[in-house]
């Protein structure tokens, strides 16, 4: 069973959102799961970070500039992130210019066999 969550967010010029999942259904899966995130921003300079239990399964990793909903497989950016029952799911990103930034998202989480 894959489970999915897809949308997108405003980041502010300079800002850093830490947790755009907040109220999201499967923001802590009801199974083990492992994890696949795409995205894309509306211009260069946004970061994105996953966090599971508030540790980091990567470091910041920039994003494409495709400015539009990601198309999957093409805007890929992290994959095989285990994300266990109950655990708290954390996507953080950051805007490093002066102006506000888009950043669309979806999130694939497969059922660990």
Do not use: H
Not at 9 to 17: D, L, Y
Not at 75 to 86: F, K, N, R, S, V
């Amino acid at each position: 069973m894959i489970y999915t969550m897809q949308s997108s967010s405003s980041i502010g010029a300079n800002a850093t959102v830490s947790n755009t999942l907040s109220g999201q259904l499967y923001e802590r899966p009801p199974y083990d799961c492992y994890g696949t995130l795409f995205v894309t921003g509306s211009a260069t300079g946004l970061f994105a970070q996953i966090n599971v239990n508030s540790v980091a399964v990567s470091d910041e990793v920039a994003m494409n500039a495709q400015n539009r909903i990601p198309v999957v497989p093409d805007d890929m950016l992290m994959t095989g992130w285990e994300a266990p029952a109950g655990g708290l799911i954390q996507l953080k990103f950051r805007n490093s210019t002066g102006g506000a930034l888009t950043a669309a998202w979806k999130i694939t989480l497969e059922v660990a066999q």
